[in-house]
Each structure stands twice: as C-alpha cells, then as structure tokens.
C-alpha cells in the first residue's frame, strides 16, 4: 500500500510564515483591489454631485491610501519588534509597495488626468522598477542598498500627492470656516514634487549601488587572482616534485 510522503506542515512553522507582520502586508496588498474598485465608475456613490456631502467616493478612497501607506511602516517595525523577520514578509513588503503605488499613479492617470498626466506616472513607475532591479541584482552579488532619506521624503510626499489627486477630482479647495485649503494646487505641486524627488531618489540609488558593485566586483577580481596565484603555484610544486621524481 502506497503511503503518502508528503510531509505535513506543522503549527509552529505556519504560525512562523503568517505572523502579525506578514499578515498586515498581505491586507496591504488586498487593498490594492479595493482601491481600483472605488475609483472605478462601477462604485455605487460615483454618481454623487459637487459639494462635500457628495465627495464618499474621495474621501473613502483617501482613507484607504492612507491607512494602507501606513501599514507599510507598520509591518516592518512589528517584525523587528516582536523578531518575526521572515522569508515570506522580505518578499511581499517590497512587492505590496511596488503594486500599491503603480496601482494608484496608473488609476489617477484615467481618474484625474488633469492632475497626473501619463509621463508622470511612467516617471514614477519607472522608478520603483529600477529601484526594484537594483535591489535584487546587490542581494545576488551579497550586499544591500540602504534607504535614504530622499527615498523616505519620497514615501511622505507619495502619500501627499496621491490623496491630494484623489480629493481634487472633486474639490478645487475647501473653505472651513474661513480657513482655506487649496486642494487643486497642493496636488499639482505635490505630483511635481513627487516626480522631482523620484528622479532625485532614483539617481541616488544608482550611485549608491554603482559604490557598492565596483567594490564587489574589485573584490571579487581579488579573489580570482589570489586562487589563480595559489594554483600556479601548486602546479609548479607539482612540476618540480615530478622533475625530482
């Protein structure tokens, strides 16, 4: 009789994978749905008129950007935290990042083209991509590419200027109480900034990896060369042991 060989997952080794954190950057990445969802025309309060009565549909999509962008700090302070840095959590962190931000620079291009133009979002894009490539092509040499902190205003003012293109399909500015808030314009500056500050934080990367890899590939060059060396010379101990022979 046939047995099974597959070896059952034990509940210390699923608990170890869907932890806290792990478990905060996966509700990151089912966001993303719902975010395109609210966006969409198929939302059901998309048919709402001007005034902010009639704004659910922005002020619910600007409250799900936020609380998802901030999931994103949260999960890797819980994993070091608590000791829970895993396999699993390295790969998705930076990939719910990637997919949340190219998800919601793609949907404001047909959301609010006035504010996000599509060269805007190719330029941001871009940038995660190449940031991405960097990334994975240091880990494979062993050595990493720390965040700066252009790479962190980056993520503050991304926050910015995602909500402000939100709420400025439908409010050109705000008026509470006398206080005004010009919600059209801290978009259009914010995307600007926004675009600014990725080309900046993307040539930043670069020259931070392109250190990095020259010192590795110096390494590495000295490696060959010694092992190179120490086989000559075996070799010709060989010779001269066989000569005497």
């Known amino acids: 009789m046939p047995r099974n060989l597959a070896r059952q997952p ?44 009639g704004g659910e549909q922005e002020i619910l999509a600007s409250a799900v950007f936020i609380v998802a962008s901030i999931t994103d ?15 699993l ?34 330029i941001i894009i871009g940038r995660e991509f190449l940031v991405s490539g960097l990334r994975s092509i240091a880990a494979s040499e062993g050595f990493t590419i720390e965040a700066s902190d252009v790479g962190k205003l980056k993520t503050v003012i991304q926050i910015v200027s995602v909500v402000a ?15 005004i808030i010009a919600v059209h314009m801290i978009a259009v500056w914010a995307i600007y900034w926004m675009t600014i500050v990725s080309i900046i934080s993307a040539t930043d990367y670069f020259v931070g990896f392109w250190k990095k890899i020259d010192h590795a590939s110096e390494r590495a060059r000295t490696r060959r060369s010694s092992v190179l060396s120490r086989r000559k010379a075996r070799r010709a101990e060989e010779e001269r042991s066989s000569h005497i022979v």
């Not at 700090?73 to 840095?85: E, P, V």
């Open 10 to 53: 034990r509940d210390g080794e699923v608990t170890r994978f869907m932890n806290l954190p792990n478990s905060i950057t996966i509700s990151r990445i089912a966001t993303i749905p719902l975010l395109i969802w609210i966006l969409s025309p198929a939302f059901p309060a998309n048919h709402a008129t001007h005034g902010l009565l």
């Open 89 to 122: 959590g390295m790969l998705l962190d930076p990939l719910a990042d990637k997919l949340l931000v190219t998800a919601a620079y793609i949907i404001l291009v047909a959301y609010n083209p006035r504010i996000v133009p599509p060269w805007i979002a190719v």
């Open 73 to 87: 700090g949260l999960d890797g302070y819980l994993a070091r935290r608590r000791r829970q840095i895993t396999t």
């Open 165 to 179: 293109a939100i709420l400025a399909h439908r409010w050109n500015y705000w008026n509470w109480g006398g206080f």
